[in-house]
């Protein structure tokens, strides 16, 4: 790719888990969402990541999407109700959610490490000739 | 004619010897010679490589600047990547000037 290409490579990988942590954060956004039993739940976001096409690197190859008949809770209450008492919640689970979240937040900042590492390493080599 | 100086003229035989010859004709160089094997071809492919990314980190930085880019480490990153170009650049320059003084000072 260019000559500093492990900055690159890192720089796909940051891409990758970023959008890792939005869709999490979208699906503990949407966790309490709760809609009649004619719709359909919130689907929870779930990231694919691939090898990048050119071989260097990561990249996001799609989104895959979670139940859409998310599950059934008995809320007579609720003005969504249906006339036997149900609404439809989004099968989504806080507990899950909350470790991706750490993997991504921990996989962003390994690859913001190699950029730091690769940086230095790139900076050592550059100042082996001013010598 | 005894002088102390006069067998330097001995060095007129060497003369003789030509070998300089074929390393000054241009069919020997033509095969080393590609489109970016000389210095200077490589030196400018170089330098436009080094402009390409100092204008990506610009362009990123406007992004940053309008709240347009999504991911701010993509700038930080791309300015790391134009930083490093730049101090090449500069260490090969400093390279360059350095072997050009050392030229310039070899005299008699």
Same mark, same amino acid.
């Given at each position: 790719?260019?000559?500093?290409?492990?900055?690159?490579?890192?720089?796909?990988?940051?891409?990758v888990?970023?959008?890792?942590?939005?869709?999490?954060?979208?699906?503990?956004?949407?966790?309490?969402n709760?809609?009649?039993?004619?719709?359909?739940?919130?689907?929870?976001?779930y990231?694919?990541?691939?090898?990048?096409q050119?071989?260097?690197?990561?990249?996001?190859?799609?989104?895959?999407?979670?139940?859409?008949?998310?599950?059934?809770?008995?809320?007579?209450d609720?003005p969504?109700?249906?006339?036997?008492?149900?609404?439809?919640r989004?099968?989504?689970?806080?507990?899950s959610?909350?470790?991706?979240?750490i993997m991504?937040?921990?996989?962003?900042q390994?690859?913001?490490?190699?950029?730091?590492?690769?940086?230095?390493?790139?900076?050592a080599?550059?100042?082996?000739?001013?010598? | 004619?005894?002088?102390?100086?006069?067998?330097?003229?001995?060095?007129?035989?060497?003369?003789?010897?030509?070998?300089?010859?074929?390393?000054?004709?241009?069919?020997?160089?033509?095969?080393?010679?590609?489109?970016?094997t000389? =210095?200077?071809?490589m030196?400018?492919k170089g330098?436009?490589?080094?402009?390409?990314?100092?204008t990506?980190?610009?362009?990123?930085?406007?992004?940053?600047?309008?709240?347009?880019?999504?991911?701010?480490?993509?700038?930080?990153?791309?300015a790391?990547?134009?930083?490093l170009?730049?101090?090449?650049?500069?260490?090969?320059?400093?390279?360059?000037?350095?072997? =050009?003084?050392?030229?310039?000072?070899?005299?008699a």
């Amino acid at each position: 790719m260019s000559t500093f290409n492990a900055i690159g490579v890192a720089g796909s990988g940051v891409t990758v888990y970023r959008k890792w942590l939005d869709a999490v954060s979208d699906n503990i956004a949407n966790i309490d969402n709760v809609s009649k039993t004619s719709q359909n739940a919130f689907q929870a976001r779930y990231v694919v990541a691939q090898e990048a096409q050119d071989g260097n690197g990561a990249q996001v190859g799609g989104m895959a999407y979670g139940s859409a008949e998310g599950r059934l809770t008995y809320e007579p209450d609720n003005p969504l109700a249906d006339s036997e008492g149900y609404v439809r919640r989004p099968d989504i689970d806080l507990g899950s959610q909350m470790a991706q979240m750490i993997m991504a937040q921990r996989a962003y900042q390994a690859n913001l490490a190699v950029v730091d590492r690769a940086r230095d390493s790139y900076q050592a080599a550059i100042n082996l000739g001013k010598g | 004619m005894t002088s102390p100086i006069s067998a330097i003229g001995a060095v007129g035989g060497l003369s003789g010897i030509a070998p300089v010859n074929p390393l000054q004709s241009t069919a020997g160089t033509e095969a080393t010679s590609g489109p970016n094997t000389d =210095f200077a071809g490589m030196l400018s492919k170089g330098l436009e490589s080094v402009q390409a990314s100092q204008t990506n980190a610009d362009n990123l930085a406007v992004q940053v600047a309008n709240g347009t880019l999504s991911d701010p480490a993509q700038y930080t990153m791309a300015a790391t990547e134009a930083s490093l170009g730049l101090n090449l650049t500069m260490a090969i320059r400093n390279k360059a000037v350095e072997a =050009f003084q050392e030229i310039m000072r070899m005299q008699a």
